[in-house]
Antibody, heavy 116, light 107 residues
Framework: EVQLLESGGGLVQPGGSLRLSCAAS????????MTWLRQAPGKGLEWVSA????????SYAGSVKGRFTISRDNSKNTLFLQMDSLRAEDTAVYYC?????????WGQGTLVTVSS | ETVMTQSPATLSVSPGERATLSCRAS??????LAWYQQKPGQAPRLLIY???TRATGIPARFSGSGSGTEYTLTISSLQSEDFAVYSC?????????FGQGSKLEIK
């Protein structure tokens, strides 16, 4: 059974940093691209960042480029999202997802709140 | 960026009836189109990919169709568990983009 478990969310002040993790199990993590997505309260889904299976290529939404960094550790089946210079508009539930272009499995999400 | 537009924003349907949701892309996405279902407090669940292929475990009452810029999700006979928000997503180009979602509510 595919499982994705996000952690690392919480309350942070504007300008602060957080590092999200996504622990994967139940599939061959190292052969799949992975993606972070988010959903602001009451809003739709937003693609944030993606990384290829080897970690050799990354992509970012314009709204987070230069502030967020995606990475992965295939030896530990874990995906990361380093979020710096956080803004109020980054407040959202963050999901990691197994990726085949579309997102076939999602984690349960972790809430990030940026507020003073 | 490919803009995805869903309609209607809200659809009220009685259980047992048919529901049809639409998704329009600002440019062709060449059937690289997925549909998701999301219930309150839950993560999205993949229903359809490649415009018309049901994901594993998805009931046959869910079907997708379309090509180019116009896509449709049809639920043939609504069950109580189908009332949720449905979102389309294109994966033809970058960045990946979603529609704003259509809420299917009980009439």
């Amino acid at each position: 059974e595919v499982q994705l478990l996000e952690s690392g969310g919480g309350l942070v002040q504007p300008g602060g940093s957080l590092r999200l993790s996504c622990a994967a199990s139940g599939f061959s993590f190292s052969i799949y691209s992975m993606t972070w997505l988010r959903q602001a309260p009451g809003k739709g889904l937003e693609w944030v960042s993606a990384i290829t299976d080897s970690g050799g290529k990354t992509s970012y939404a314009g709204s987070v480029k230069g502030r967020f960094t995606i990475s992965r550790d295939n030896s530990k089946n874990t995906l990361f999202l380093q979020m710096d210079s956080l803004r109020a508009e980054d407040t959202a539930v963050y999901y990691c997802a197994k990726t085949q272009g579309y997102f076939d499995f999602w984690g349960q999400g972790t809430l990030v709140t940026v507020s003073s | 960026e490919t803009v995805m537009t869903q309609s209607p924003a809200t659809l009220s349907v009685s259980p047992g009836e048919r529901a049809t949701l639409s998704c329009r892309a600002s440019q062709s996405v060449r059937s690289n189109l997925a549909w998701y279902q999301q219930k309150p407090g839950q993560a999205p669940r993949l229903l359809i990919y490649a415009a018309s292929t049901r994901a594993t475990g998805i009931p046959a009452r869910f079907s997708g169709s379309g090509s180019g810029t116009e896509y449709t999700l049809t639920i043939s006979s609504l069950q109580s568990e189908d009332f949720a928000v449905y979102s389309c997503q294109q994966y033809y180009d970058w960045p990946r983009t979603f529609g704003q979602g259509s809420k299917l509510e009980i009439k």
